[in-house]
């Protein structure tokens, strides 16, 4: 695929809060692809050559279905990932090809967002310096750009020091919006913290002084959590965006299968409390389809109207 041109966008994502109150931004890629024939120990990134039009249907579906806001299929596309399928010297083809591929299903007045997951690796540990982290998110989000993103969402992060490095890798090579998103486990009454330990307000701090255009979370949580993670984001930072992508509720594993349990309705029951926690951005992560995002999209604008 030829390189593809940005969205000729009248208005950033921030301007397209201010202006509609409430955007709605995708579901699950991999649950869609796992459906599509993706097999466990398969690189999801490939397919982004190996089965393009499997890639775009994700994407067109999700924007026929209501999103404001849809990803690139370039969750694991950094060296240190691509790595381990022996494609790391792939980085730029395949995470310039994910974005060509959203940017062409979902059409200009969608904005492509493009997905930067963690690497594996650990600072604190010494498993890689920072500047080999930086150089990676930096190659990484570079090709996502020239690619057609309009944002980047850096997601699932735990490590302050490795979310920050991302936000700054993309700020100073890219004209890209940057939204940072940390995945939480509830350890107590009203208590969240990342697996590295990181409390919501710690992680707003840190990620806006990096940077970060929209903080929030992603995965770990149903809805029902999400509204009190979100709720905490909103009191640390009042004034900053705040995405949520709620999984459909806490899997269960059912015949060595995750199945989720939150239905399209169920999910949609709880936007209003989310929003009003001070969520901007609603939207899905593992096991949400479609279908849940028409239905969170449909309770997103009725609660806005």
Known sequence: MGRATK????ISILDALAKKGVLVSDGAWGTFLAAKGLAVGECPELWNIEHPDDVADVARAYAEAGSDLVSTNSFGGSRFKLDHF???ERVGELNETAAALTRTAVGPDVHVTASV???GKILMMGDVT????YDAF???IVALERGGADACVIETMTAIDEAVTAIRAAKENTSLEVICTF????IGEDMYRTMMGVSPADMAAAVLDAGADVIGSNCGQGLEGMVEIAAQLHAAA???????????????RVDGVDTFPETPEDMAARVPALIEAGAGIVGGCCGTTPAHIAAIAKAARETTA
Do not use: C, F, S
Not at 7 to 10: C, D, T, Y
Not at 183 to 186: A, S, W
């Open 7 to 10: 969205g000729n966008h009248m």
């Open 86 to 88: 022996g494609l790391g």
């Open 117 to 119: 997951g963690p690497t």
């Open 130 to 133: 920072e500047e080999q982290l």
């Open 138 to 140: 930096r190659e990484q």
């Open 183 to 186: 995945t939480y486990d509830k």
């Open 238 to 252: 009042p004034g900053t965006p705040i995405m949520v992508q709620a999984n459909a509720g806490l899997p269960t």
